[in-house]
Structure formats: C-alpha cells, structure tokens
C-alpha cells in the first residue's frame, strides 16, 4: 500500500476520534481540554423550620456543613411528582453518603408527617440521608418562592409547582437549578453535586 493510500483511510478515521473525543466531553459537561468553571453561587437560603417525617424540626442549620439536592413534590400528585421521586432516588443510589437530599411537599396540610413516611418508605428512601419536610403552607410557600426562587400555586384541589431540583452547598448557598424530568439534566446535576462536595468547606 502506498503512502498516499494509506493518507486515504488513516486521516478519516483520525477525524473519527476526534468527533468522537468531542462528543464524549461534552457528554461531561466540560470541552476537550478544558477545566470545568466553578460553579455559580447564589443567594443563601433564608432560615426556615420545618417538621420531618419523622417528627422531628428541620432547619436549615441542621444542614449546614453538607451538600443537598432539594426537590417540590406532593403525595397524592398524579402527574409528575413519581416520576421526580425515582430521579432523586437515582441521585441518593448513584452519589456518596455523604451527600443529603430533601422532597418539600406543596401540599403540606395533606401531607402529614405520616402520609410522607409511608410515601418515602415505598421509594425505599433511606431516612438518615433523604429528608422529606413539611409545615404551614405559608411557611412552606414562602420558602419555595422566595427562597428556592420557583414557583407554586394552588390549583382546585392540587398544586401546580416547579419541576426543578436546587443544589445547594454546605454554606446553604444556592449554586444550581435543574429540570428534574430530563435525563441530560439530572447527569449535569450528578456531575455538579460532585465537583461540590470536593469543595472545601467555607
């Protein structure tokens, strides 16, 4: 085979790699040789005191020090709320122990300290990790919409409420917002809840 001959096939496939190469890169989130930017950093959440299913009171000092995914769900939704509690389930099985995550109900006065235990027990939610709160619907409201920054509302006899999971860092700082019904978008959230917990604390 000549020297030309060989150009012929060996360059195509050189340029193969290289999309290739590419395409995985961005799969990560982060281009071909380059450095991942830190990420964004947002407001602090305000304090808030909430009841867990387990009874007792949550504040967000309890969480201080850790790095949470938070998502709005509410138990007797028949739309998308399963389908946020298999993700944020995925999230707890695929990242380490020591990451947190807390379900908000929307529907607090629905959904008691009780109904969110045989809830979470039915997603084999591990209670050491995965928090699922609930209170005063004011309280509730407020803090989902002044201090998440998403939306919700009641409609009728069910809540019309954010899709997004808040990531959140051990200083109880904000740092990103993701569609919690996108596949590419939980893998973004994976990806960033780890480049988080390698932060130092402060």
Not at 110 to 135: C, M, N, Q
Not at 144 to 163: K, P, Q
Request: one cysteine or more; hydrophobic letters at 40%; a neutral charge.
């Amino acid at each position: 085979m000549t020297s030309r001959a060989r150009l012929r096939w060996i360059l195509p496939l050189l340029a193969l790699l290289g999309v290739v190469g590419i395409t995985l890169a961005r799969r990560r989130g982060t281009p071909a040789g380059a450095t991942a930017s830190p990420l964004p950093e947002s407001r602090k959440l305000p304090e808030f005191s909430l009841l867990e299913r387990s009874g007792r009171t949550v504040r967000l000092a309890d969480l201080l020090g850790k790095v949470w995914v938070a998502d709005f769900i509410f138990t007797r939704c028949p739309g998308p709320c399963p389908g946020l509690t298999l993700q944020m389930k995925r999230l707890a099985d695929l990242l380490p122990d020591e990451m947190r995550f807390v379900s908000l109900s929307v529907d607090p006065a629905f959904d008691t300290p009780e109904v969110l235990t045989t809830y979470a027990d039915s997603y084999g939610a591990d209670a050491k990790r995965w928090l699922f709160l609930t209170g005063e619907k004011r309280a509730v409201y407020s803090l989902v919409r002044e201090g998440f920054a998403l939306t919700v509302a009641e409609e009728g006899e069910g809540v019309l409420h954010d899709l997004r999971f808040v990531l959140v860092d051990r200083a109880g700082r904000m740092r990103g917002w993701y569609m919690g019904n996108e596949g590419d978008e939980i893998e973004r959230l994976e990806e960033d809840a780890r480049r988080l917990l390698k932060e130092p604390p402060g």
